[in-house]
């Protein structure tokens, strides 16, 4: 695997949740490459094993598990069967998390006459839409931070990464509760890092800027491939003028897990967004 620079984590447990989804089996690939045992997390257990098995055939450490980010319980199982296959957690990084439609409001705007019309606005959004998106994204970083960090306490070394999102600086329109969730995580990665200082863990988060994963193509592309006027609007935003490509954001992902890199940064969120959280639109 092609890596912008080489850490060595050969003698770490890495913990990856989401790791069936796009953006965090590149994460789970790259700290396998840096000689990680890497156990991949999802709900979606199918999905995570082809990506363990990807990982193993190309030589890694990794192993497939079947959790809910939002059920304590099996968080717990988890950890128990991953303490038992590779020992304790080193490193966690909490990537479970996206939007949903029930909490999507169908215009950016609301216009007089919207609530005649057959569509999602803001004032019929389901109150249990939202609380999915807020779960999923705060809860299912809380819960796993509560189960994992408990093999870090007393230990060196030992560090938790997040995701955030462009949403957590300024929240883009339609989707209010995967906005305020992200917001949630920038501002727990500060409080979790505080919260650890005196322990010798490091919480820190990535906020990514665009990239076509599965919970976002079908807010960026029609059934027939081509692009929203969402998809144009975000491009126009973007600096760099493209969407990003998974494997950019492992710059920023060694960077923070090093020891050597960033021993004395904690509470930090890095953007890797082409420039989008830096354009003004003018
Ligand atoms: P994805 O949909 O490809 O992956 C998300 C994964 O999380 C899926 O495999 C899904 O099965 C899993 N998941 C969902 N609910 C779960 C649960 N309860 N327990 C365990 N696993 C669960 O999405 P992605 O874009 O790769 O998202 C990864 C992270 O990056 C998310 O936190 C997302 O919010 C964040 N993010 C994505 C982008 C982007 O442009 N794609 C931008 C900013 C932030």
Same mark, same amino acid.
């Given at each position: 695997m092609n890596l912008p620079f080489q850490i060595d984590l050969s003698r770490k447990t890495a913990v990856v949740t989401g790791a069936g989804g796009v953006l965090c089996s590149g994460f789970s690939k790259a700290l396998a490459a840096c000689g990680a045992r890497v156990a991949l997390l999802d709900i979606n257990q199918a999905a995570a094993q082809k990506y363990a098995d990807e990982i193993t055939a190309a030589g890694g450490t990794a192993k497939a598990y079947e959790c809910d980010v939002l059920n304590r319980a099996s968080v717990e199982a988890a950890h128990a069967q991953i303490a038992a296959d590779f020992g304790p957690c080193d490193i966690l990084l909490n990537g479970a998390g996206g939007n949903n439609p029930r909490a999507t409001t169908t215009n950016e705007y609301y216009f007089e006459g919207d609530l005649d019309k057959d569509i999602a606005t803001f004032f019929n959004l389901d109150p249990k839409g939202v609380e999915f998106v807020f779960n999923l994204n705060f809860l299912g970083t809380l819960i796993?931070?509560?189960?994992?960090?408990?093999?870090?306490?007393?230990?060196?070394?030992?560090?938790?990464?997040?995701?955030?999102?462009?949403? +957590?600086?300024?929240?883009? !329109?339609?989707?209010? /509760?995967?906005?305020?969730? %992200? *917001? +949630?995580?920038?501002?727990? !990665?500060?409080?979790? /890092?505080?919260?650890?200082? %005196? *322990?010798?863990?490091?919480?820190?988060?990535?906020?990514?800027?665009?990239?076509?994963?599965?919970?976002?193509?079908?807010?960026?592309?029609?059934?027939?491939?081509?692009?929203?006027?969402?998809?144009?609007?975000?491009?126009?935003?973007?600096?760099?003028?493209?969407?990003?490509?998974?494997?950019?954001?492992?710059?920023?992902?060694?960077?923070?897990?090093?020891?050597?890199?960033?021993?004395?940064?904690?509470?930090?969120?890095?953007?890797?967004?082409?420039?989008?959280?830096?354009?003004?639109?003018?």
């Open positions: 796993p931070t509560q189960v994992f960090t408990q093999d870090m306490l007393g230990r060196e070394s030992c560090c938790i990464v997040n995701i955030s999102s462009m949403n +957590a600086y300024t929240p883009l !329109t339609k989707i209010p /509760a995967y906005s305020g969730a %992200k *917001a +949630a995580i920038s501002n727990f !990665t500060q409080w979790l /890092a505080v919260h650890f200082s %005196k *322990a010798g863990i490091r919480v820190n988060a990535i906020a990514p800027g665009f990239f076509v994963t599965i919970q976002n193509e079908k807010l960026l592309f029609n059934d027939d491939g081509t692009p929203t006027p969402r998809t144009d609007k975000i491009l126009a935003g973007t600096p760099m003028e493209r969407f990003g490509k998974p494997e950019e954001l492992n710059g920023a992902l060694l960077y923070l897990i090093s020891e050597e890199a960033a021993s004395f940064v904690t509470g930090i969120v890095i953007p890797v967004d082409g420039g989008f959280s830096a354009y003004s639109g003018v």
